[in-house]
């Protein structure tokens, strides 16, 4: 059985500008220990995907229209407000932001023991104390006294997931956690997300639209765009053997190490969709270089191909599969 | 021929401990860096946050009044009142165009207002000129009408693009131009900058934390931190064979889209950027390097070797082999 399983999710912001579906009908599944990453533009609904899980939607605007999660077989949303904080947790892209400014380090992660675990005060402390160690933040005792602003950028966020991993979650879900920080810090950071990997059985969902990052990090990769998943596939084969349009030109337009330096990029043409108004048919096809007429009339089902599964006309002919 | 010619560059901030009365510390965001940059090619400045390489760009376009140092273009040295007048000849294109371009003002009048301001031509001279600008950054004329909240972030650096190329500068200087944008847009966005340079032959000065970017188009490579140099030299030779230990790890820490390449035990670099105000003595690299020995405490010293230029005490001696 996934631990995560999300069915037919659709999420609409009712905006004064007019009703806009930042996802449109995704399913996808997450296995225990697995890494997923989800790649996407602004706008794709990679975060939209992390906080209907989370429950964290943007009330009022915004509000899950159709579809299902189910974590460890059950409907998740109905316990989100147990779960929250101890079985999934979440790491955001701003440390700063997500960090109450006014208590001390100590005290932030203290309180998320005592609350979910009824830890006493004192295994609290060496508990929290255990953790910042072993997200390499040097002297724990002295820092667990100090103040978010007092922190910098990459100790922040180490902090932040320490917090995270505090109760030993199922689910972890960090969305662009490196992409605020230094190059050198970023992999630090990377570093310690190889680490929880190895060292747990925790399950993350990790965000980026960074795919150097992922393929540094995940085990199975959702591309997605427009509120849709175009392509699910095993880290190995997006990299290898891009099935999506889309996902080809991400890759082709990187400007890689290895090439040699000719200085134009391959590039995508267009622009990203108006969710207001998004294309009919594939999202895609305003963009695409191999765009025929059935891709502007109808949506392309999810097609298997290999191990992976792709939503576009140029695999019709495929098995269509109904969840991936 | 040498277009830009930066000798001992010094930017200095005062930090004030009181309301009134004299700084009591400065911050040295750029401390002795000189270079110069050829008429024609890309020259890039690389530094993580707090290298000192947007204020270099700032100290260049005279908007940082510098502490020391000089800066010679076309030839002429170049004082602070110079400026006013050699900003038609230097034109920055700032990282986010959300907050570069004024919200109130169509896109006409923005693009146009170097022009005005420079008392460039009559009306119909400086409309006739936005017109063929705005199209040769790829926009289409009905643009000009738009404020800048309906347009899409690559759309609106274009038309930062548009406003630093319509004085026809000769230098251009790029600070961050892609970070900002999503992934598909920056390569439509970077392949216009080089469009625009081999069709009008410019000069750019390319600041930016990416090194992919930097590696894909720059000729020649600053390395900064701490608001020094540390390695200078042909792009292509930098990458390739990083002599500075911060340049090699910098390189190190960029993820390889490949991931048949994840090194779970590779050497990374360790610590993070001290606090520019309290910088450590001599070498400021010396705090995270692997190599330090008692002499880094000294102020390293500008060695060429093989073509380049690094502050290292490392190759004093060149009797080790990094």
């Given at each position: 059985?996934?631990?995560?399983?999300?069915?037919?999710?659709?999420?609409?912001f009712?905006?004064?500008?007019?009703?806009?579906?930042?996802?449109?009908?995704?399913?996808?599944?997450?296995?225990?220990?697995e890494?997923?990453?989800?790649?996407?533009?602004?706008?794709?609904?990679?975060?939209?995907?992390?906080?209907?899980?989370?429950?964290?939607?943007?009330?009022?605007?915004?509000?899950?229209?159709?579809?299902e999660?189910?974590?460890?077989?059950?409907?998740?949303?109905?316990?989100?407000?147990?779960?929250?904080?101890?079985?999934?947790?979440?790491?955001?892209?701003?440390?700063?932001?997500?960090?109450?400014?006014?208590l001390?380090?100590?005290?932030?992660?203290?309180?998320?023991?005592?609350?979910?675990?009824?830890?006493?005060?004192?295994?609290?402390?060496?508990?929290?104390?255990?953790?910042?160690?072993?997200?390499?933040?040097?002297?724990?005792?002295?820092?667990?006294?100090?103040?978010?602003?007092?922190?910098?950028?990459?100790m922040?966020?180490?902090?932040?997931?320490?917090?995270?991993?505090?109760?030993?979650?199922?689910?972890?879900?960090?969305?662009?956690?490196?992409?605020?920080?230094?190059?050198?810090?970023?992999?630090?950071?990377?570093?310690?997300?190889?680490?929880?990997?190895?060292?747990?059985?925790?399950?993350?969902?990790?965000?980026?639209?960074?795919?150097?990052?992922?393929?540094?990090?995940?085990d199975?990769?959702?591309?997605?765009?427009?509120?849709?998943?175009?392509?699910?596939?095993?880290?190995?084969?997006?990299?290898?053997?891009p099935?999506?349009?889309?996902?080809?030109?991400?890759?082709?337009?990187?400007?890689?190490?290895?090439?040699?330096?000719?200085k134009?990029?391959?590039?995508?043409?267009?622009?990203?969709?108006?969710?207001?108004?998004?294309?009919?048919?594939?999202?895609?096809?305003?963009?695409?270089?191999?765009?025929?007429?059935?891709?502007?009339?109808?949506?392309?089902?999810?097609?298997?191909?290999?191990?992976?599964?792709?939503?576009?006309?140029?695999?019709?002919g495929a098995?269509?599969?109904?969840?991936? | 021929?040498k277009?830009?010619?930066?000798?001992?560059?010094?930017?200095?901030?005062?930090?004030?401990?009181?309301?009134?009365?004299?700084?009591?510390?400065f911050?040295?965001?750029?401390?002795?860096?000189?270079?110069?940059?050829e008429?024609?090619?890309?020259?890039?400045?690389?530094?993580?946050?707090?290298?000192?390489?947007s204020?270099?760009?700032?100290?260049l376009?005279?908007?940082?009044?510098?502490?020391?140092?000089?800066?010679?273009?076309?030839?002429?040295?170049?004082?602070?009142?110079?400026?006013?007048?050699?900003?038609?000849?230097?034109?920055?294109?700032?990282?986010?165009?959300?907050?570069?371009?004024?919200p109130?003002?169509?896109?006409?009048?923005?693009?146009?207002?170097?022009?005005?301001?420079?008392?460039?031509?009559?009306?119909?001279?400086?409309?006739?000129?936005?017109?063929?600008?705005?199209?040769?950054?790829?926009?289409t004329?009905?643009t000009?009408?738009?404020?800048?909240?309906?347009?899409s972030?690559?759309?609106?650096?274009?038309?930062?693009?548009?406003?630093?190329?319509?004085?026809?500068?000769?230098?251009?200087?790029?600070?961050e131009?892609?970070?900002?944008?999503?992934?598909?847009?920056?390569?439509?966005?970077?392949?216009?900058?080089?469009?625009?340079?081999?069709?009008?032959?410019?000069?750019?000065?390319?600041?930016?934390?990416?090194?992919?970017?930097v590696?894909?188009?720059?000729?020649?490579?600053?390395?900064?931190?701490?608001g020094?140099?540390?390695?200078?030299?042909?792009?292509k030779?930098?990458m390739?064979?990083?002599?500075?230990?911060?340049?090699?790890?910098?390189?190190?820490?960029?993820?390889?889209?490949?991931?048949?390449?994840?090194?779970?035990?590779?050497?990374?670099?360790?610590?993070?950027?001290?606090?520019?105000?309290?910088?450590?003595?001599?070498?400021?690299?010396?705090?995270?390097?692997?190599?330090?020995?008692?002499?880094?405490?000294?102020?390293?010293?500008?060695?060429?070797?093989?073509?380049?230029?690094?502050?290292?005490?490392?190759?004093?001696?060149?009797?080790?082999?990094?």
């Amino acid at each position: 059985m996934p631990l995560l399983e999300v069915k037919n999710l659709t999420v609409e912001f009712h905006i004064p500008e007019g009703v806009l579906k930042a996802l449109d009908g995704i399913s996808f599944m997450l296995n225990e220990g697995e890494v997923l990453g989800i790649v996407g533009e602004s706008g794709s609904g990679k975060s939209t995907t992390a906080l209907s899980i989370m429950n964290l939607l943007p009330a009022p605007s915004g509000r899950i229209k159709e579809g299902e999660i189910f974590f460890k077989g059950e409907p998740l949303l109905e316990k989100i407000d147990e779960l929250r904080g101890k079985d999934i947790s979440m790491v955001f892209q701003n440390p700063l932001n997500s960090l109450n400014p006014s208590l001390k380090i100590g005290q932030q992660l203290m309180e998320v023991l005592q609350e979910h675990m009824d830890m006493s005060e004192e295994k609290a402390w060496n508990e929290s104390i255990e953790a910042l160690r072993m997200m390499g933040i040097p002297d724990p005792e002295t820092m667990m006294n100090r103040y978010p602003f007092e922190f910098s950028g990459g100790m922040r966020q180490r902090a932040m997931i320490a917090m995270a991993m505090l109760c030993r979650p199922k689910l972890l879900i960090a969305d662009e956690p490196t992409t605020a920080l230094d190059v050198t810090i970023q992999a630090q950071i990377l570093r310690i997300f190889k680490r929880l990997k190895k060292a747990t059985q925790t399950s993350i969902i990790f965000i980026s639209h960074d795919l150097s990052v992922i393929a540094q990090i995940a085990d199975r990769v959702l591309i997605m765009y427009a509120g849709k998943i175009l392509e699910i596939s095993s880290v190995r084969d997006l990299f290898k053997r891009p099935l999506h349009p889309y996902t080809q030109g991400l890759l082709k337009s990187i400007p890689s190490f290895s090439k040699e330096k000719g200085k134009k990029l391959y590039s995508i043409p267009g622009n990203v969709p108006n969710l207001l108004n998004p294309p009919s048919g594939c999202v895609f096809h305003p963009r695409c270089p191999y765009t025929k007429e059935i891709c502007n009339l109808e949506t392309p089902p999810n097609f298997k191909v290999g191990n992976s599964t792709v939503s576009c006309w140029l695999f019709k002919g495929a098995d269509v599969v109904e969840t991936t | 021929m040498k277009l830009l010619e930066v000798k001992n560059l010094k930017v200095f901030f005062p930090i004030k401990d009181k309301l009134f009365g004299k700084p009591t510390k400065f911050v040295k965001a750029v401390n002795n860096v000189s270079f110069e940059v050829e008429k024609g090619e890309i020259f890039s400045i690389v530094g993580e946050s707090g290298s000192g390489k947007s204020t270099i760009a700032l100290a260049l376009m005279g908007i940082h009044e510098r502490n020391g140092g000089s800066i010679i273009f076309n030839g002429a040295e170049v004082n602070q009142e110079d400026f006013k007048t050699l900003r038609r000849k230097i034109q920055i294109v700032f990282q986010d165009p959300d907050s570069s371009l004024d919200p109130r003002k169509r896109i006409k009048e923005i693009i146009a207002e170097g022009l005005r301001v420079h008392r460039v031509g009559d009306k119909a001279f400086i409309d006739e000129k936005v017109r063929d600008i705005v199209e040769k950054v790829g926009l289409t004329v009905d643009t000009l009408r738009k404020y800048p909240h309906e347009l899409s972030g690559g759309q609106k650096q274009r038309v930062g693009i548009a406003r630093a190329l319509v004085l026809e500068p000769e230098l251009i200087i790029l600070d961050e131009p892609t970070a900002s944008l999503d992934v598909s847009i920056q390569a439509q966005i970077l392949n216009l900058l080089v469009d625009l340079q081999e069709a009008l032959g410019l000069t750019y000065i390319l600041i930016t934390h990416d090194l992919k970017l930097v590696e894909h188009i720059s000729d020649r490579t600053l390395v900064m931190y701490l608001g020094k140099v540390m390695e200078m030299g042909e792009t292509k030779q930098i990458m390739n064979k990083p002599l500075h230990p911060y340049t090699k790890a910098l390189i190190d820490s960029v993820p390889v889209p490949n991931p048949e390449k994840r090194n779970e035990n590779e050497e990374i670099l360790t610590g993070e950027i001290p606090s520019p105000l309290n910088p450590p003595e001599g070498c400021p690299f010396k705090t995270r390097c692997k190599y330090r020995m008692e002499l880094c405490s000294k102020e390293p010293k500008s060695i060429k070797l093989e073509n380049r230029v690094v502050f290292c005490h490392l190759y004093e001696s060149k009797n080790l082999e990094v």
